[in-house]
């Protein structure tokens, strides 16, 4: 296989060897062959004997391959090279020695590479984005209409329990089936279905302490929910639910 950089330099890569010390470190390992200790002469044998194989597919081998076959064959002569006694004597460098340092270099970078490409793997499935005020994408719709609010709502509603003789402890009974603010909604919603609008204080039919607590907790909720509009034209006068505009 033949890659073209961003430069144009063209690098050969022979099954998967990416340069000359990945097949070797290759071949060492294949022949299962300690890194310290190479037998030069059958692992130089074997790589010759593949870049010839590539030759024969009329492929063009980099130079770089050859420079390796060079230096490979140099390091077979010198430790073929009879030495006489004095020479034995003398503590030589092992000429397979900077060899064996490239390689263990080379396959140091070879793993640093894996783990790396690894966390870039993983880092790939995380998306990040940095902090902005959402405030702008809040739709901040009043549902409490004419100058209305929480506190004007919660005034009418005491008003109206006054009215009704409620402010004073409710009178509580045991009943089979519980009042709840789901139920209550479920009953709003069909009133105003029918009627479009109804005035708030008729929504409260029975006048016991569940019943009131969790009619008036749906008629928030449906509020905030944009289920239905609260309004007052003016002060003291009426108050009105009805179905928003579309609804």
Do not use: W
Not at 6 to 29: A, R, T, V
Not at 116 to 132: C, G, N, S, V
Not at 193 to 210: A, D, G, I, M, Y
Request: charged share 35%; proline share 3%; net charge negative.
């Amino acid at each position: 296989m033949i890659i073209v950089g961003d430069n144009m330099d063209i690098k050969f890569k022979i099954d998967e060897f990416e340069g000359p010390l990945d097949l070797l470190l290759h071949l060492i390992k294949e022949s299962k062959m300690d890194i310290f200790d190479i037998q030069i002469e059958e692992i130089t044998k074997q790589y010759l004997a593949y870049i010839e194989s590539q030759e024969k597919l009329n492929l063009e081998i980099a130079s770089e391959y050859l420079v390796m076959a060079s230096e490979l064959l140099e390091i077979k002569s010198k430790m073929l090279l009879p030495r006489n006694e004095e020479e034995l004597e003398i503590e030589e460098e092992d000429p397979r020695e900077q060899l064996v340092s490239r390689l263990l270099e080379y396959e140091a970078y070879k793993e640093i590479t894996k783990t790396l490409k690894a966390k870039e793997d993983d880092r790939r499935d995380i998306y990040t984005k940095m902090p902005e005020n959402v405030n702008d994408y809040i739709e901040n719709r009043n549902y409490l209409e004419s100058g209305l609010n929480i506190e004007d709502l919660t005034n009418a509603f005491l008003k109206f329990l006054q009215r009704k003789e409620a402010a004073k402890p409710l009178k509580t009974k045991v009943t089979v089936k519980e009042i709840s603010v789901s139920s209550r909604r479920r009953d709003i919603k069909k009133i105003l279905k029918k009627e479009k609008k109804v005035s708030f204080f008729k929504l409260f039919p029975v006048v016991t302490k569940e019943y009131i607590v969790a009619t008036f907790l749906a008629i928030l909720e449906m509020a905030k929910n944009n289920e239905l509009l609260i309004k007052q034209k003016d002060t003291f006068e009426d108050i009105v639910c009805e179905v928003p505009n579309g609804k």
